[in-house]
């Protein structure tokens, strides 16, 4: 009988079905996400008891994201550039005691006018994704999601 090695989350091994396990569970908070904006106008939508305190916090930290077009489009290169990396720790590492999963892989639609697909979706953690979102709602950019759906 083996002995299973310890995990050292600082050098995990690359395992197929947790990767599976994340994908899975990126793609249903992905599919519950679009199932609200189309159920309620996102400008109406509140991802968090914390919506206001991160988006002021996001705006104050990334100022380049201060408008209706910075928000619009994502740049999956800027974001995760080094420096880009650098910013967006600091940012999320804030919320680490007071948002559940902070960190958690999530997917980000890189437009506001697109929907989640292979070619308009990037991997994010979970901060990234409720501030670009949360800053997207408050400029009305996901209220066409409600519109579509309830002609």
Partial sequence: MSVPKQFDPEN??????IEKQF?????????????LLEKVKGSELRLSKLDDEIYE???TDFPEYN??????????????????????RAFMNTYEKTVHDFNFGTLLRTGSKDEYGENT???????QFLAVEIARNKHKLNDWIYEQENK
């Avoid at 995990?12 to 079905?17: A, F, K, T, V």
């Avoid at 979706?121 to 901060?127: A, G, H, L």
């Fill in 23 to 35: 994908a899975v569970k990126a793609v249903m908070q992905a599919q519950t996400y679009w199932n």
């Fill in 12 to 17: 995990p091994d690359n395992l197929e079905d």
């Fill in 121 to 127: 979706t990037i991997f994010v953690p979970r901060m």
């Fill in 67 to 88: 408008s209706v077009e910075a928000v619009d489009k994502i740049s999956e290169d800027e974001m995760k550039s080094p420096k880009g990396k650098v910013r967006w």
């Fill in 57 to 59: 916090h996001f705006i």
